[in-house]
């Protein structure tokens, strides 16, 4: 199975992106530049978290109409597998490819640190080698992280199950001080209504080796891989 | 030549973080009557008159880009 990295201008984890892949997961990989009008004919897209174009305007505005985006956008409708870490979840909102929005954190600061994630939905390309419920612990690394969406949006997402991943404490049980960023709902990581597209803020390609703290993140790419295999039986 | 102001503020239901951390500045300094912050930016533009209504045309910006109708709203003033 093959991937794709796209290298925006202040992309910052491209590289650890990457490095999942092609040294722990064993897959092969390549950047994309994000001036690509195509995704050389790779099986799965990731955009990786950074500031794209400084986050000028807002995280992921200006990102969203680069010219791999286009690409991007027609890959997603097609039924491609994107997912898009911290930055790219922004990037991933703007193009309104996944609903709601990413704003400044409730406590306004940069919050840096291991968090625990509950699995929501553990039928989907991005986590179907986790139990539903079962608690990863993964980085999160951002200054706007707070999920935001209107309610009836809210009331779908919970309706289809595209909710994924939502912040909790060690023992999964979702509160307010596990909540890193005031996200609604404790909301980490969300699918579109195809779960084709995915966006979480938490890093899993910072997670995949347990010299890191932890290889928990390894789950979420390697359920990619399961579900390319299992579709291509 | 056109000169265009935007005014982009947070929608009314969403917490402003900022607004309300110098709310708190301004309480602190003694201005105990500040009910409330709200923090926003301004966009100006000048364009090149080409005949077409300008505010048409940045209506159009504001929605593709200037601003993010999830969590914002905005106001376009022709300045001259």
Known sequence: ?233 | MPRVRVLVTLKPTLLDAQGRTVQDALHALGYQNVNQVRIGKVIELDITDEGQPVEAQVKEMCDRLLANPVTELYEIEVLE
């Open chain 1, 1 to 233: 199975m093959r991937f794709g990295v796209v290298v925006f201008p202040g992309s910052n984890c491209d590289a650890d992106a990457y490095y999942a892949i092609r040294d722990v997961l064993q897959q092969p990989v390549e950047y994309i530049w994000h001036q690509d009008n195509d995704l050389h004919g790779v099986d799965c897209v990731i955009l990786p978290g950074g500031f794209s174009y400084g986050d000028y305007l807002r995280c992921g505005a200006i990102a969203r109409f680069s010219p791999v985006m286009q690409a991007v956008e027609e890959f997603a409708r097609q039924g491609g597998l994107v997912i898009g870490i911290c930055n790219g979840f922004q990037i991933l909102c703007e193009a309104h490819l996944l609903p709601g929005a990413l704003v400044r954190n409730e406590g306004l600061r940069f919050v840096c640190k291991h968090v625990y994630l509950r699995v929501e939905n553990a039928d989907t390309p991005f986590t179907n080698r986790c139990r539903a419920g079962e608690v990863l612990r993964i980085p999160i690394a951002h200054g706007e992280g707070r999920y935001v969406c209107d309610r009836e949006t809210l009331q779908e997402l919970q309706a289809n199950n595209q909710i994924l991943f939502r912040y909790c404490d060690s023992s999964g049980a979702l509160t307010k001080e596990s909540n890193p960023n005031g996200s609604l709902a404790n909301i980490a990581g969300i699918a579109n209504e195809r779960f084709n597209v995915m966006g979480m803020m938490p890093h899993p390609e910072r997670a995949c080796e347990a010299i890191l703290g932890s290889e928990d993140g390894l789950k979420i790419f390697e359920s990619i891989v399961h579900s390319a295999l299992a579709a291509a039986r």
